[in-house]
């Protein structure tokens, strides 16, 4: 009796793990539904393939690339010939020629050594200055920052070149009456000398600094600018996850 007892129990046993077994894998049920939902969480995440966010300190040292001198100097081409580069020169001949239009015919009626008479000139019109003074005294900020925040590699490069062209367009406009403006009737040559020692070096560094920046950014933060997949909330669920969720 003993050992049909066992018996019975490890038949009842075995029964009650085939039907829990039959219903967890049965469509329509709720342990199926989990199970599918946390499935199709784990493959949309693989999917995605979205890298971990790394530390701070890890995004701060993997922002930093060496200059590769020789390599930049055989890519020269390419990299003088990209759109972030010569959208900072056309900026720079804009506003050189707003400056120069703007203050060379107020400023021909002003007498050599009147100050004042500069300054009234400002006073009436302060924008080409700010723009000009911008782009033309070193460093030229406003193009290193385009070049920087645009270049692919070689940022170094076209910041150098960039405050070439930068002190050749100051020289430029120092010969106009509205030179007058950024020397303030002093001698041009301390103008030419400063801009001819900072604008270059001060260009190619301002660059490079800002090349690093936007890779630091984008280290910092590598879901930056990723648009969800259609259908998709900013929370990783779809529309059709989250309507069966309600129906539930």
């Given amino acids: 009796m003993a050992r049909a007892k066992r018996t019975d129990r490890t038949e009842a046993r075995r029964r009650y793990r085939a039907e829990t077994a039959t219903t967890a894998t049965e469509p329509g049920t709720d342990g199926a539904t989990t199970v599918s939902s946390s499935t199709s969480r784990k493959g949309a995440s693989t999917q ?39 959208l900072a020169i056309g900026l720079t001949v804009v ?36 723009v000009g003074t911008m782009f033309l005294q070193p460093p030229p900020a406003v193009g290193a920052f385009i070049i920087g925040f645009t270049a692919k590699r070689g940022s170094w490069l076209a910041g150098l070149v960039y405050g070439i062209f930068a002190t050749v367009a100051i020289i430029l406009v120092l010969q ?29 560094l301002f660059a490079s600094a800002l090349a690093w920046y936007r890779r630091f950014l984008e280290l910092s933060n ?11 909330s900013a929370k990783g669920g779809t529309q059709k996850g989250r309507a069966q969720t309600s129906r539930r």
């Fill in 48 to 86: 995605a393939g979205q890298p971990p966010r790394p530390s701070i300190m890890a995004a701060f040292k993997g922002a930093y690339r060496p200059p590769h001198i020789v390599e930049d100097l055989k890519a020269a081409p390419q990299i003088l010939l990209h759109w972030g580069f010569w």
């Fill in 95 to 130: 506003a050189s020629v707003v400056f120069v239009v703007s203050y060379s015919d107020a400023v021909a009626k002003v007498a050599v050594g009147d100050k004042d008479g500069l300054n009234a000139v400002l006073q009436a019109n302060t924008v080409p200055f700010f």
């Fill in 176 to 204: 106009t009456p509205a030179g007058r403006m950024l020397s303030g009737d002093a001698s041009n040559e301390a103008v030419l000398i400063n801009a001819a020692a900072l604008s270059p070096v001060g260009s190619m």
């Fill in 222 to 232: 590598p879901n930056r600018g990723q648009r969800p997949a259609r259908g998709q």
